[in-house]
């Protein structure tokens, strides 16, 4: 797998439920990023999670970060149909400027 | 509120001719990158600069350039513009190894 993949790669969930996405990295890193691309649009920013932090919250968004298995989660509590979207998680090898980006998780949350 | 900017959404040029995708900034962000998203791929980065008239090659750079004369501004050049360049185009900023801001994208088809 690629660094940065995301799993599964694609998820279709009914509004209100809970929406759980997976990445998996390679390398050590100093933080794992997580974010939101709408069709056809650029990339937005959700979360950042530092390479010492285990969990982070951001309203309804809760990011996980285990650097022993090299993998993070995205939960999004109560989904909404505005939150059908690809969701993408990178890495920053330590020492680098590259980021490294899945392949995406891509979500669709039907009303 | 923080902002990148691309020079065009949509863009069709014909097989050989010269195309500039301008991006600019206006975060005072040191390094700026460019990267081609195709279905199934995700992002692949194609060149990074992380200071002015300082460029890396990222995983894919052939067939393509690129010039930052000015902190702000990154230019990326397909010097012969051919059909397997057609793409989406996202440009972004960053500070150090932190958050990455994207912009709208540009919608490339080389005809």
């Known amino acids: 797998s690629q660094q940065g993949e995301e799993d599964p790669q694609a998820l279709s969930i009914q509004e209100g439920e809970n929406a759980t996405m997976n990445c998996s990295y390679k390398?050590?890193?100093?933080?794992l990023q997580w974010y939101r691309q709408n069709s056809g649009r650029g990339l937005v920013h959700l979360i950042l999670?530092?390479?010492?932090?285990r969990e982070k919250h951001s309203g309804r968004l809760r990011v996980t970060l285990d650097t022993s298995k090299k993998s993070s989660s995205l939960l999004i509590t109560a989904s909404r149909a505005a939150d059908t979207a690809s969701y993408f998680c990178?890495?920053?090898?330590?020492?680098?400027?590259?980021?490294?980006f899945g392949t995406g998780t891509r979500l669709k949350v039907l009303a | 509120d923080v902002k990148v900017t691309q020079s065009s959404r949509y863009l069709v040029k014909r097989t050989g001719e010269k195309v500039f995708l301008e991006c600019v900034q206006d975060m005072d962000h040191e390094n700026m990158f460019w990267y081609r998203q195709d279905p199934g791929l995700g992002l692949r980065l194609i060149y990074f600069s992380y200071d002015v008239k300082m460029k890396e090659k990222g995983d894919i750079p052939e067939g393509y350039s690129v010039s930052r004369e000015k902190k702000e501004r990154f230019s990326l050049i397909l010097e012969s513009a051919s059909t397997n360049q057609t793409s989406m185009y996202l440009c972004?900023?960053?500070?150090?190894?932190?958050?990455?801001?994207f912009g709208p994208g540009t919608r490339l088809l080389v005809l």
């Open positions: 990178a890495t920053i090898e330590v020492g680098t400027y590259k980021y490294i």
């Open positions: 999670i530092r390479s010492n932090e």
């Open positions: 972004a900023s960053s500070r150090a190894q932190e958050t990455q801001y």
């Open positions: 390398t050590s890193i100093n933080n």
